[in-house]
């Protein structure tokens, strides 16, 4: 049965993880890769509806509720789209994963890693990725990128410096626990070599060229 890969793009907010996803995706098309490019929270009608209320800044939502509401719209795009692509062979190219919960949730609202982590291996059913790309920048660099992007930031992205500096402390502690997953990019590098380092971190995973 053909199984395609699941590579996430993970850092916390500013730092490109968009930017890369579509240059990523034009490269791996143009290595004649099947691949699907989706966003996580998001991609299904469930998810999409999920994404739009925990991004409302006007909206309270507790620490716990942020958690399992993530966890929700993650359970939705795994079991509707995730893993039915894998299964034809198709690389799906995930803008943010289980990653982002364990630095935002587990750490920036101290709700503890592995009681986060187990949440959200329930609602993957134990789903990993073949490889995750962190964009590694501190938040005093990636925050002022937000601004440039003309629309008043949303519900998490309007946190203080604080919080990001703790979920960038937690993605480096990700990073260091597993590092044949998880490969670190310094995302302050221009676009076209932050591409470069992402299609060298996923190297190994590519198809052989004719």
């Not at 009608?45 to 800044?57: H, M, Y």
């Not at 964009?135 to 002022?144: C, F, G, K, T, W």
């Not at 937690?170 to 310094?186: G, K």
Request: proline fraction near 7%.
């Amino acid at each position: 049965m053909p199984t395609g890969k699941l590579i996430t793009i993970e850092g916390i907010d500013g730092a490109g993880k968009s930017t890369l996803a579509a240059s990523l995706s034009a490269s791996l098309v143009a290595r004649g890769v099947p691949v699907e490019s989706l966003r996580d929270p998001g991609g299904t009608q469930l998810s999409e509806r999920i994404r739009e209320l925990v991004k409302d800044p006007s909206v309270r939502i507790d620490a716990r509720a942020e958690a399992l509401l993530y966890a929700a719209a993650r359970a939705q795009l795994v079991e509707e789209l995730v893993t039915p692509l894998l299964t034809t062979g198709t690389w799906v190219l995930l803008d943010r994963f289980i990653h982002s919960s364990l630095a935002y949730q587990g750490v920036g609202r101290e709700l503890g890693m592995e009681e986060v982590g187990a949440l959200n291996t329930f609602a993957t059913g134990g789903l990993t990725p073949d490889r995750t790309l962190l964009l590694r920048i501190a938040p005093a660099d990636a925050l002022p990128r937000l601004h440039t992007r003309g629309a008043p930031p949303d519900r998490l992205e309007g946190e203080g410096e604080r919080f990001f500096a703790a979920v960038s402390a937690a993605y480096d502690q990700l990073a260091t626990s597993a590092p044949e997953q998880i490969r670190s990019i310094d995302a302050n590098q221009p676009p076209h070599h932050v591409l470069t380092s992402a299609l060298s971190a996923i190297g190994d995973l590519l198809p052989p060229s004719d």
